[in-house]
């Protein structure tokens, strides 16, 4: 595999390949940061969902414990039967309360749902306060147990008290805990909690206390980690507030960060751009779609090389080659693209573009001189073109000199009758035929005196030898009797040095054309080298 093989094949496969894999990623990422995102959204959700609903169950809970406090207002006087009976019906509706008790203004226990305390048990002295409030926990004697302590100041200065199960509070936070994370019952204003399951940890910084509303906070908190957690301050008790927290780790991070459905998306998606991007490139970098453009915006122009008469050293003619001004990979020459170029069609269209160019370039010249020769190299697709012969003896009229280099690969054809009658034609047009390459090819010589032509390029191959000892001198000094035996002029091309030149001058080879004169030319430096009226032998 050739560099240029490894280049085409870098274009046409790796480059599409990259180019979808760059946005590929592009895509996946973002992908990915939107999938972040709305983990995070959905978590925030959860967490605020479930802090609320939380906070919720345990204001029914207090508001109902707050409603059999209000009941019990008016039966604080005293407690007898009459009073224990309905303290302790009161307290078996609610649930988590394990005790109704009633402190009297000077903060002396008088009754509870239990019994009717006979002696004094001194507790705090109620606060002047409005509404429902809440201390503790305190530990109930003979239960053994903490309890969570909500009461109510009555007018007359004394209290009204439930005592709530501390385990029945526990159960509920359990309820909303997960393994690793937190949830709390805690003081609004100091972020203390009060009640807990799972490993407290507070945020570093302070700024998100007091607890006046619903937050998410996603921070590190003391623990180390980056942890989220929500808050909810209850409605019954705005003193105390919900949390429930959990490490972002393990909410956000550790999660997969694409599904399986969106890897196979992805791989989709890379497909379908590799193919796509695969087409687009072989559009673009496809020679037919490139000649076709070149075409276009008349790429290919017209090199001029000197024709050289041996004897006075003048420029009697030219052969117009062609180039290709590539707007990327810079000059071609047209070994690179001619053969495709026939291949794929164009080469007639171009043939007649440089024809048009040619004609343009060298008017002055050939009306000044009619005889100035002009070749242009043609191949079988030009006489196999009813359009391009008529084109050529429409140009005939205007270039007398024009002469069509044929190599002998496409008279080996000339069975084919297309071909002899393109020929003919061009022969009564006095079109000239010059044989390109003479030597190289189709040895069968029986063409030359058959077919109308006029010239023989005697190959640079021959011109090399000419003058030394080697095989190909004496095969040049044959073609150039053949040549005169059968009435044809010989042009020598590839002359690159003087000693060929004059070996070719004592062969009677009239006609030079070579690097020793010129190489070929763009038009106005064919101009400079016309305007001095003889050739500078380099
Ligand atoms: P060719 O028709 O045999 O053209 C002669 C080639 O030999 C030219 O190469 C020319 O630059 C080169 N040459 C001239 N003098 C010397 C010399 O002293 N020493 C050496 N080593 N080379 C010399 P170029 O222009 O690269 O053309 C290459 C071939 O491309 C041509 O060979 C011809 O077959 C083809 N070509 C060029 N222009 C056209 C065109 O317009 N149409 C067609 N169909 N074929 C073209
Ligand atoms: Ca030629
Ligand atoms: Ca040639």
Redesign the pocket.
Known sequence: MNIMMLQRWFIKLLTPALISAVITAFVSISIIYEQQQNRKALQYNNMSIKSRQLAEWLDTNFSIINNVLLEVEPITQGCDNTVLFELRSLMFNVAPVVEIGIVDKNGILTCTSWQKHNYSIQVQVPPDTYGLRFSGPVTVEYMKQPAFVLARTLKDGSEVNALVRMSWLHNQLKNYSSELGFTGLIDSDTGEAIVLNGHYSKPRQKQYLPIDDDKIVQAYFDNHREQIAAYSPLATLPGLSIVISDEKRLLIDDQPLLSPTWIAIIIILWAALCAAFNSLFSYFTDTGHQLRNALKREE?I??Y?PIISNADKKIVGV?????WQHPIEGFK???TF?PE??EKGY?NR??SQ?LKKGYRDLQSTIEQDPSFIVT????AS?LLSSYAIDEFIRYKALIPGLTL?V?EDVLIDDANKTIRAAFTALNQAGIKIAI??FGTGYCGLSYLSQLPVTYL?A??SF?ASAGTDAMNAHVLEMIVSLAKNLGLIIIA????TIEQSQSLDELKVELH????YS??LPIDDLYSLLDQHDVIIQ
């Open positions: 290919f017209n090199y090389q052969e117009v080659l062609m180039r020459s047209p070994i001619i170029a026939e080469l171009m043939t440089q242009i190299n043609i191949s030009h280099e190599t390109d390459d390029k190959d640079k011109i091309e590839g002359v690159e054309q070579g690097w020793l190489k070929a």
